[in-house]
């Protein structure tokens, strides 16, 4: 049988920056004693089990972080109410708190201390493609969804999609959409395939997350005063957007992964 499990890097003071965590794992004889808070860790209420970053040596910076495996049954792991996000309702994102968990040092991911960062940023490179592909698929929701209510929906004596203004609407929606799987699918090869993708994959997450924000939206001003009601799916869809271009690596920080990749070795 498989476990779920949830992946805790995030704290409340520390997001993008990473190397801000303050969770620390200090050496007691065969275990670790863990200590610290995460926050947004989605899947928290149902996980068997947590990736954990933390410090194992602060004064070496990101360099002295180390990754572990947390049984969620662990005594001193506590979690927080589930929140009530704007989107993604359904996602089970709660806040994780470690106080004195004992971890044995059997549960070190790859065997040796400071080797975290590493674990985490190859995991990001791994899952930004996967989170490309729920934009791209929540874009193309919507895009089905505002056509066939343009075929659908009259006004003036025909029906909007044969108006000029939606359908070249319309036609913005769908080149994005096509351009942000194309994407996807560069950076998704090229981790099966074995080889580095974290330029691909960073250009696939921004692009695919800002590009299903803007279909999202447009498909909200197809529906015109529909598309504000919650009884039609395109609002849900929009809510549910805006989150892809924060967490896995935010929109802008994949323009500086970006712009990092490009330059790297000149």
Known sequence: EGCIASYCVTEPGAGSDVQSIQTEAVKDGDDYILNGSKMWITGAGYADWFFVLAYTDKTAGYQGMSGFIVDANSEGVELGKKEDNMGQRCSDTRSVTFTDVRVPSDNLVGGEENGGWMNAMKAFDLSRPTISSHAVGNARGALEEAIQYATERSTFGKPIIKHQAISFMLADMATKVEAARLLTWKAAIKSDSGEKNTLEAAHA???????????????????????????????????????????????????????????RGN
């Open 205 to 263: 997450k921004r692009f695919a997350a800002d590009m299903a924000m803007e279909v999202t939206t447009d498909a909200v001003q197809v529906f015109g005063g529909y598309g504000y009601s919650e009884e039609y799916p395109v609002a849900r869809r929009m809510r549910g957007a805006k989150v892809v271009q924060i967490f896995e690596g935010s929109s802008q920080i994949q323009r500086l992964i970006i712009g990092r990749e490009m330059t």
